[in-house]
């Protein structure tokens, strides 16, 4: 299936929204509208932090096991997503870009390796689902940097 891009950009540095990021727990905040039910493990940030969540979309739920599998401060953060009893293998990443005005562009690719057979039979309806759904995370992460302030996005 062809992966799905969504992106934003927001005044904190590339440090700082890599350093929110970083926090797996964080992610909680920003993807609660479709991802529930968050159960941690491994270390709170950096490669091994995991979590399996409930994923309610289109009218139906999956457990997701969300791990960082590799982390490139203050650029990339790379997440594994196994669903579907392993069926359903994805990746998702983000990048944080600089951009000129002194903020940060930040994109999240979500781009999966295997999908069972309804997924790939539904792809447009699959891939619009889950474009709607990121675009929303990434309007409320930025959401939640702004909150926090600028100065204190790395804070837990």
Known sequence: ???????????????????????????????????????????????????????????????????????DRPRRIVERNVSAGGRRLARGTYTVEPLGTGGSRVAFTYAWSRAPLADRLLAPLVRAVMRRANRTALRRMAAELD?????SAAAP
């Open 1 to 71: 299936m062809q992966s799905v891009t969504v992106s934003t950009d927001v005044p904190q540095t590339p440090e700082q929204v890599y350093d929110f990021l970083d926090v797996m727990a964080h992610h909680e905040r920003f993807t609660d509208h479709y991802l529930t039910h968050w159960r941690y493990a491994g270390p709170d940030r950096g490669i091994g932090s995991r979590a399996t969540v409930t994923a309610a979309l289109a009218g139906s739920r999956a457990d997701v096991t969300i791990e960082v599998v590799e982390a």
């Open 147 to 151: 909150r926090r302030g600028q100065g």
